[in-house]
């Protein structure tokens, strides 16, 4: 891996040929019109997903060139601070806030406590850039943990550009096998013809995770009364255990306007009634393998059941789910690029998706056709409908469908109002994912057949500048999930969910005040266990110096949930399920970091739950796994733009 990569670092460094540039006023992602032309100014850096195609012009992110939330450099949590982990980054984690429970139809393995750590095709960055983008960072925290992380992306001509995102983490972790090792790679091209008739993304990723499994320390009293304060001496249930995800695959998608633009204004697309307009066609194509593997060359440790041994001397459980998907869609976006959506815009898509599933020596082949429909209604600027429903036909999920409505209203003027409002509906009728269903491993086996899980579930979300409130009530039946012994059952009595949600982004004067607060409870059923309570505020203050050309963040993070009956963690699986013998939370994790900005280059320096010295020990996130104790981390990122 690291053979094939050291050309592109070579032609990284060699491309750096500023090493200070004057310092720009901090910026959030915030969507912003496709420039066009494109500014002049070349540190004027933007993004896109791969979501190309419905709307006439490109949904551009600003890049964040800020120094708020710089300290968390950690994938899993820098958006979103409810989840559950190990105890080490990089570590297999789960949410504690399961909503909206929703998502579109169509064949799901099941497993995904490690996604946020993977590059996937959803949240790949495809840069727009004048000239040269690039960006270092680099991490260091406690027991010698290591983070670098490499961004590039370079126009190779007027509009072909390529660009790729290195990461690479190594953290051993305070207690015994507990490392955690992950490389993600990306390479990434587009390209779109003068007119902006035709457009073309693809990418190209590698995700490879090597984490090892200790099934958590065996007595909890050595961590909680610190009566071993060396941590590598407390000991774990398991000796010789490894866990393995290996992914690697290729995406392309391609736009084109059925409507010939006139050849006298190539940049603007045809006035609306002068032509018919045809809309947009699109296809993409999309090849993906993963490989999850885990090993254990110790059987006797008495962790695992063992009922269902298929090596008697090592455990070598492997699964590999490879697919191969093509999709074509049609939608009619708006062709004037003042005027970004239709009165009505509509898309349809038909997806054709092959599976093949290996585990063990079992194979099956999977084969599904899912068309879909999107509509959206814009009778007025301050006024959307849309509505979005799929269908399965073909193996295993025949039969799923989803279905989504949302409804948004400004409420006063677009550039003048008291915000937005906004009312959701979700159903969906689907089959759980397939590891629910068909497993078989040297310490587990299953091969059984569940009812179709339902949702169910209205919110209603308000949104004005510094205050996003919410709420959602939620109804599932049928719904499938890990028992106290780690295998699939279900629930047939209908489960409600209630959840409330209150995000703030408050500045005064100097002092700036971010906010995630959620309530949450079940009712009718104990088979999901969240905390009732979870918030977390980080508070910054920031003061400018040498005449604006430097910038000194202080601020502290809170983080705390209330106390509740935990899911504990399967290493053998990879997954969370259902434990009654203790309850944990009810801790608060506190967090004090410096951030420092000099022109293009961000510093910070953190010490990570400061309290930890003289707070009771008794920070869990999940059974048996202790969070770290307090570590200091240090974190560098410099961009250059030429």
Known sequence: MYKLLTPFFIFLFCSLSTFAQIAQPDSVPVPVPDPDPVPIDSAKISFFYHDVGRTGSLTLHALDTSIYGFQNYDLLTKYNAFYATLGNIGSAYNNLMPYPFWQRSGFDYGIHTFDNYLYQNDSVKYYRVVKT?????????????????????????????????????????????????????????????????????????????????????????????????????????????????????????????????????????????????????????QYNRKTFNFLDSDIDTGFFRNNHLIDTLNTRDSITVQKIIN???????????????????????????????????????????????????????????????????????????????????????????????????????????????????????????????????????????????????SRLTNFVYLDSLAMPAQETDGIGYICAWLNTDIDLWRFKFKGQFAYQTVQGSNVIRVPAFMGNLTIYFTQSLFKGTALIQPGLNFFYNTSYGAESYMPATRMFFLQDKREIGNYVYMDVFLNVKIQRARIYVTYSHFNASFMGRNYYMVPNYPMPDAAFKFGLSWRFYD
């Open 133 to 285: 983008y690039t960006e270092l960072e680099y991490v260091q925290g406690a027991h010698k943990e290591l983070n670098f992380i490499a961004r590039f992306s370079r126009n190779l001509w007027k509009s072909l550009n390529l660009g790729f995102d290195f990461h690479v983490s190594n953290a051993p972790g305070a207690y015994l096998r507990q490392k955690t090792n992950r490389i993600n790679f990306v390479l990434t091209a587009q390209f779109f013809s003068k007119t902006k008739r035709y457009g073309v993304i693809a990418n190209f990723l590698i995700n490879r995770i090597k984490n090892e499994e200790n099934g958590g320390i065996k007595k909890d009293s050595l961590f909680e009364e610190n009566i071993e304060k060396n941590r590598q001496v407390i000991p774990v249930n398991l000796q010789a255990a490894k866990n393995r995800v290996k992914e690697s695959g290729f995406y392309m998608k391609h736009f084109f306007d059925l409507t010939h633009q006139d050849p006298q204004r190539p940049d603007s697309l045809i006035k609306q009634g002068k032509r018919l307009d045809f809309g947009r066609i699109m296809y993409s194509f």
């Open 327 to 473: 999709e074509i869609s049609w939608t009619n976006p708006s062709r004037n690029p003042k005027k970004r959506f239709r009165i009505l815009q509509l898309e349809g898509k038909l997806k054709y998706q092959y599976i093949e599933i290996t585990n063990h020596s079992l194979k099956r082949y999977i084969n599904q056709v899912i068309p879909s429909g999107w509509a959206s209604f814009r009778p007025f600027k301050t006024l959307s409908v849309e509505a979005y429903v799929d269908y399965v036909l073909g193996d295993y999920n025949e039969g799923d469908l989803s279905g989504m409505v949302r409804i948004s209203q400004v409420l006063g003027r677009e550039g003048k109002n008291a915000g937005t409002i906004s009312l959701l509906g979700h159903y969906k009728y689907q089959k759980p994912g397939w590891f629910y269903e068909h497993y078989l491993g040297n310490n587990f086996v299953w091969d059984t057949t569940w009812y179709r899980q339902g949702l169910i579930s209205a919110s209603a979300i308000y949104h004005y500048k510094f205050l996003t409130l919410g709420g959602s009530m």
